[in-house]
């Protein structure tokens, strides 16, 4: 098994291509297969909150689809797709649950529709213009968002063993998505107003 140089990935983020990052992550998936990064309790209360029935649900960075699996028991939920960089084997194979292995940013592919965006440990991955990207494609009215990041700007992940990159705390990330016209209406969720 290979060990990754977390900090020279970060080091060479700004000049890899997207085929680029999709070698890496590859090798993060062997490296490091155990990827479910999420809170359940948290995301069905969240979802307690989201006004609407037979909800279309489009996730970032779903791994292994296992939320998917955990919240597709849900009347409320009709349909959810699941966008990530690499595809690993599923744990959720039910018929309304899609995997899309992207064969570029998904940012890069127009605008993404959906009545609610999901992204678990996700956006950490990601810079804060990557991040600014993705809000401008999302056509979605919810998004909800869990990463391990702070309140305010200026993380630096210098020696940290992973690939998180985001260097935006939540003000910031409020702010992003209040110039989209969203508005907090929960713990980590947003409206569109």
């Known amino acids: 098994m290979a060990v990754i140089d977390w900090d020279a990935w970060r080091h060479e983020y700004g000049s890899m291509t997207f085929a680029d990052q999709q070698r890496f992550y590859a090798d993060v998936a062997v490296a490091h297969p155990c990827q479910q990064n999420f809170d359940l309790p948290h995301a069905r209360e969240t979802f307690d909150r989201i006004e609407g029935d037979r909800l279309s649900v489009v996730e970032l960075g779903g791994w292994d689809g296992a939320l998917a699996e955990a919240m597709l028991d849900r009347d409320d939920i009709a349909t959810w797709t699941n966008y990530d960089i690499v595809g690993v084997p599923q744990v959720c194979r039910r018929e309304d649950y899609r995997l899309e292995v992207l064969d570029d940013y998904l940012w890069n592919k127009g605008q993404v529709h959906g ?3 999901v992204a678990c440990h996700t956006i950490e991955h990601l810079t804060a213009a990557e991040l600014e990207w993705l809000f401008d494609a999302l056509h979605v009215e919810y998004i909800y968002l ?11 992940w210098g020696g940290y063993v992973g690939s998180h990159i985001l260097e935006i705390g939540w003000d910031r990330i409020d702010e992003l998505l209040a110039e989209r016209g969203y508005r907090v209406v929960g713990p980590n969720l947003w409206r569109l107003t």
């Open 146 to 156: 869990q990463a391990p990041i702070g309140k305010e700007s200026g993380q630096t």
């Open 115 to 117: 009545d609610v965006f």
